[in-house]
């Protein structure tokens, strides 16, 4: 490639990045209702509500901390697409929401897994949020708390409109 076609193919590179910043998904925090919270319908321990709030909080709750860089597109969209679906999946804030409340045994119990198996939180986010690496002497704690709730028969989640 020469010259002058490297610096064109660099210019609409930067002009779609420009364009593309004008597609802002919404970050939304939607009001936390106490009452309406995990910990209101389900024994928590103390030590796990922090942990779940720490590693756990700005996909699966309503408050979540926007980093700067969730608002640059196209980690935007990325960015607001998990938060969204993670809170459709669980939200610790919004507990009363959920989908599939026959179900609430299973998806506590997931939350051992998950952590065992390093699928939550979500590679790209442990890398971005050291605070949400959890230690074995945290995940001890948390995972007594989610096995008391039996074992994990989660099917598939199925999106309800
Ligand atoms: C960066 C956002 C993000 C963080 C942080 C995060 N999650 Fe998730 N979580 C998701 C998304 C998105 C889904 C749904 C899609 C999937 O399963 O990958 C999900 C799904 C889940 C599910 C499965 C729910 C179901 O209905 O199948 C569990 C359990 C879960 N997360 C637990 C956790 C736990 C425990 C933590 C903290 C230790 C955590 N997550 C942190 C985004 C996140």
Redesign the pocket.
């Known amino acids: 490639m020469n010259m002058a076609r490297a610096r064109k193919v660099v210019f609409a590179l930067v002009g779609l990045l420009v364009v593309a910043q004008f597609i802002q998904p919404k970050r939304t925090n939607p009001p936390v209702i106490p009452s309406r919270s995990l910990a209101a319908n389900i024994r928590v321990p103390v030590p796990v509500q922090g ?2 709030r720490r ?6 709750s309503n408050q979540t901390v926007w980093p700067w860089y969730s608002h640059i597109a196209p980690l935007s969209w990325v ?1 607001v ?6 809170r ?3 939200n610790f804030d919004d507990w009363e929401n959920r989908q ?1 409340p026959k ?1 609430d045994n299973a ?2 119990a ?6 065992k198996d390093k ?4 590679f ?3 890398l971005m ?1 050291k605070p ?1 690496r ?1 230690t074995p002497k945290e995940i001890g704690p ?1 995972c007594a708390w ?1 096995q008391s709730f039996g074992t994990v028969t ?1 099917p ?2 199925e999106m309800t409109p």
């Open positions: 942990i779940l590693a756990c909080g700005d996909c699966h960015i697409d998990d938060v969204n679906e993670g459709r999946h669980m599939r179900l998806l506590l997931d939350i051992c897994k998950e952590v699928g939550m939180p979500p790209s986010y442990r949020h949400s959890l948390l989610s989660l598939r989640f």
